[in-house]
C-alpha cells in the first residue's frame, strides 16, 4: 500500500494473483501493460471525483479496474456520479486512440499496440457492464436514483447486481459441461462481485441511514434554489420507516398525513421526521 497526497493505493489478491500468473507464464510485458492501464483507468475515476468536490480516501486496483472509497458528505449529485464514473471508460478510450495513432505511424510495433487496444477495450466494456460495484452498475443506479425512492434503487439495483454476478460465474463454469477448461480469470472475477454485492447488500440498512443523515445539505441547496417540494401523502398508521424509504434522493419533501377519513390532518417537513427518527 502507498499514500499519493492522503489517498491510499494498494492491490487487491485478485490483481496480484494474475500478476503471479503473468509471470509464470513469461508475459511480463502484457503484465505491466495490464496494470498500467488497470492505474490510468482508476486514475480518472480519481481525477473526476476531485474536480467534483468528492474526497477520495482509498483505491483498490483490480484486474479490470479498482474501487474507489469516496465521501462526498450529500453533495455529490447523480450526474456527477455518472460522470466520475464514465470517467475510467474514458481513460480507456483515450489509450485506445494514442495506441493507433502510434500504430499508424509505425511506432512501438504492430502486435503490441494491437494488444494495447484489444486490452483496453476489454477492459472499458467489462466496466460497463450493469453489475455493481462496476462503472455501468454505478451509472445504472445514479441514473435510476434521479426517479425511483433511493431505498428501492439500492435493494433492487444490489439485488439485480447479485444475480448477473452469479449468472457471470455460472458462465465461466459452462465449458466444464462441453469437457473444457474453466475459465479461471473471469470465475475470480466473478467471485469478487458476488461477494461484493452480497456484502453491499447486508450494509444496506447502514447505507440508508448515511443517506438520510446528509439529507440537511439537500435542504439547504433547495432553500436557495427556491425549489418545489415532492409531496409524500400517507396515513397517519403507517410506519415511519416506510415513509423514510419513499425519500427521492434529490427532491426535498412534505408528508401529507391523512386521517382516517382521508383528510389531511397534519403537512410534516421532512427535518421532522428525521428529527424523530434519530431521536433528536
Request: aromatic share 10%; glycine share 8%.
Amino acid at each position: 500500500m502507498i499514500r499519493v497526497r492522503g489517498i491510499s493505493f494498494s492491490l487487491h489478491p485478485l490483481l496480484v494473483i494474475v500478476m503471479l500468473i503473468s509471470v509464470l507464464t513469461g508475459q511480463f510485458l502484457e503484465l505491466l501493460t495490464l496494470f498500467a492501464i488497470v492505474l490510468i483507468h482508476e486514475l480518472g475515476h480519481v481525477w473526476a471525483a476531485l474536480f467534483a468536490g468528492a474526497s477520495v480516501k482509498s483505491v483498490q486496483l483490480l484486474p479490470f479496474g479498482g474501487v474507489a472509497v469516496i465521501e462526498d458528505n450529500g453533495k455529490l449529485t447523480a450526474y456527477r456520479e455518472i460522470g466520475i464514473a464514465l470517467a475510467g471508460p474514458l481513460q480507456n478510450v483515450l489509450m485506445m486512440l494514442f495506441a493507433s495513432a502510434l500504430r499508424e505511424m509505425g511506432w512501438g510495433g504492430d502486435a503490441f499496440m494491437t494488444y494495447l487496444i484489444h486490452a483496453n477495450l476489454i477492459i472499458a466494456l467489462f466496466n460497463l457492464l450493469p453489475i455493481l460495484p462496476l462503472d455501468g452498475g454505478r451509472i445504472i443506479q445514479a441514473a435510476i436514483s434521479l426517479q425511483a425512492p433511493y431505498y428501492s434503487t439500492l435493494l433492487w439495483c444490489g439485488r439485480i447486481s447479485i444475480f448477473a454476478s452469479a449468472l457471470t460465474a455460472v458462465y465461466a463454469l459452462l465449458p466444464l459441461q462441453y469437457g473444457g477448461g474453466v475459465r479461471l480469470n473471469l470465475l475470480m472475477i466473478a467471485a469478487f462481485l458476488l461477494y461484493s454485492n452480497i456484502t453491499d447488500h447486508r450494509n444496506l440498512p447502514y447505507r440508508f441511514v448515511a443517506f438520510l443523515m446528509n439529507r440537511e445539505a439537500l435542504y439547504e441547496q433547495h432553500m436557495d434554489k427556491g425549489t418545489l417540494a415532492r409531496p409524500i401523502v400517507t396515513p397517519l398508521a403507517k410506519p415511519l420507516d416506510d415513509i423514510l424509504r419513499l425519500f427521492k434522493r434529490h427532491q426535498y419533501h412534505l408528508i401529507y398525513v391523512l386521517d382516517d377519513k382521508g383528510g389531511v390532518m397534519a403537512v410534516v417537513p421532512e427535518q421532522r421526521l428525521l428529527s424523530s427518527y434519530f431521536g433528536m
